[in-house]
């Protein structure tokens, strides 16, 4: 048997490109940008909620995903949103609004359904924050806040951080996280979080010696 020594990856930054992050999501970057374009629809129990969903959905993610940085860099984000056809368009990411007591979910693609993505939200998420938020989620950003087990557990009605829906859930950000769209109801994109996206999305692992066999013989 001969040990193997397997040296660390690298993830090396690509300058500019253009790529498929989720149904109907294309993340490009380049020299001081990002642009998303997101193909959304929107179904729901009745036509009032949907064209609610189409249209806040939509304000959340323009409000919240297009910004320039005091360092120039800048980002954004056109999101198409439309009422769901039937039969769904696969390519476009869907946001099913299901009854009050749903809670807000993301389904990101996997290797073995490499574009595929997913939104669930409930009638209360419909605010000016929360789609924008999971909306980082579809991005492929993860939470900044800490929840204890019984809080999530308790979650009885939407999700809703600090305070609101009653108090129900006690989240916490992370430290030095506290007004950051992942972290915080009314939080903000930050830079740091579109370093994030590029270290995700702009990126290749390389090996850079491959792996080394130790030891003697053969
Ligand atoms: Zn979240």
Redesign the pocket.
Known sequence: MLPILTLPNQRTRIPSGSKRIGSGITFSWGHGFIQIAANLDVSARTRELVQDGVDIVASSVMAHWNKTFEDGFRIACVPYVLPAATPPDPNRTHIFIGDKNSTPYVIRPTPVTPYYSYMSLAPADLNSWLPA??FG?LLGLG?RYHESFSSAARDTCNFVLNGFCGGQRHTVPQQGWQQNI?ANAWGVLERRNVDELLALHATVTTMPGGPLLLGGGT
């Open positions: 938020h999971e989620h939470d992942m």
